[in-house]
């Protein structure tokens, strides 16, 4: 895999990172979450963001995608820098929905809460969007969802409704949704702090196997353990900053900072 950089851009004979994150800065109010937070990572990158509670993580994961829009700062995926201008209230807005339509389709997001549509089946969930905003033909996207819920060992559940799901499952079927747009980057915010214990490793052993096949992913995570064992860099996050990062080895037997040090000694 290669290495996460800080910073942005690649130069013209590089092939460019999947996701380049430049100088960004996200405002809540008086309250600055985001301090000019940039990282780039390569296709084939699993990235661990760790850090506290308030500490910026999932923020910076939600702009990627534009869920969050940023105050300040560039945000590009696959070499194409998203089009912003300025929303007229001291911050930045989408300039071109079109494009901003088609990067999404190139990301996909596991959150914390499953975000699973209730009035559909586990199925229905996973052909939504191929149907629906890509155009893919009901019976091809049927015949993707399948497969895809027996890779995450959900096959029984296809005519299933949510509610009727364990939180895992519910998170497989999230992950299974997540796969069906076939994306470039996928994106996991803190995919098992909703679950019980007894049901995290399920879903952390279908990341793990995402992460074997070369996915691109960014992984804000609390799992400790898990981030040492699956990822190949990771970004230590502390009041809208990186504090730290590198690989793994690194980051958990040599941590540089005092701060780094005492978070560590917090959570593992």
Same mark, same amino acid.
């Given at each position: ?12 004979? #590089?092939?460019p ?21 940039? *990282? ?10 760790i ?10 994961l ?7 829009? /940023?105050?300040?700062?560039? @945000? ?15 911050? *930045? ?6 494009? *901003? ?5 190139? =990301?996909?997001?596991?959150? +914390?809460?499953?975000? %699973?549509?209730?009035?559909?089946t586990?199925?229905?969930? !996973? @052909? #939504? ?18 497969? %895809? ?10 005519d299933?409704? /949510? ?7 519910q +998170?497989?079927?999230? !992950?299974?949704r997540?796969?069906?747009?076939? /994306? ?5 915010? #803190?995919?098992?702090?909703? %679950?019980?214990? #007894?049901?995290?490793?399920?879903? *952390? ?9 070369g996915r691109?992913? =960014? ?22 900053? @990186?504090?730290? +990062? ?8 040599? /941590? ?13």
């Open positions: 895999m290669s290495s996460l950089q800080s910073g942005s851009s690649a130069s013209s004979n #590089e092939t990172p999947a996701v380049d994150i430049d100088g960004l800065h996200k405002w809540f109010g008086d309250l600055e979450v985001l301090k000019g937070v940039s *990282l780039s990572a390569q296709n084939g990158d699993v990235v661990a963001i850090g506290g509670s308030g500490s910026g993580k999932s923020t910076m939600r702009c990627v995608n534009m869920l969050e829009l /940023p105050t300040k700062g560039k @945000i590009s995926i696959q070499g194409e820098t998203i089009s912003m201008k300025p929303d007229g209230r001291g911050g *930045l807005q989408p300039a071109n929905a079109a494009q *901003l339509r088609r990067i999404r389709t190139r =990301l996909a997001m596991v959150f +914390q809460s499953f975000n %699973l549509w209730q009035h559909m586990v199925l229905g969930n !996973i @052909i #939504e969007a191929p149907v629906q905003v890509m155009g893919v033909k009901r019976d091809d996207a049927i015949a993707r969802a399948e497969k %895809l819920l027996d890779r995450v060992g959900l096959s029984d559940k296809r299933v409704y /949510p509610s009727f799901l364990s939180g895992g499952q +998170q497989r079927a999230a !992950i299974a997540a796969l069906a747009v076939e /994306p470039d980057v996928m994106l996991f915010d #803190e995919p098992t702090s909703a %679950l019980d214990p #007894e049901l995290v490793g399920e879903v *952390l052993a279908v990341i793990a196997d995402l992460a074997r096949e691109t992913m =960014l992984l804000v995570t609390h799992e400790m353990k898990f981030a040492r064992e699956v990822a190949n860099q990771v970004v230590f996050l502390a009041d809208g900053v @990186i504090a730290e +990062q590198g690989p793994p080895e690194t980051i958990y037997s040599a /941590p540089k900072s005092e701060r780094l040090k005492k978070f560590l000694a917090t959570v593992q």
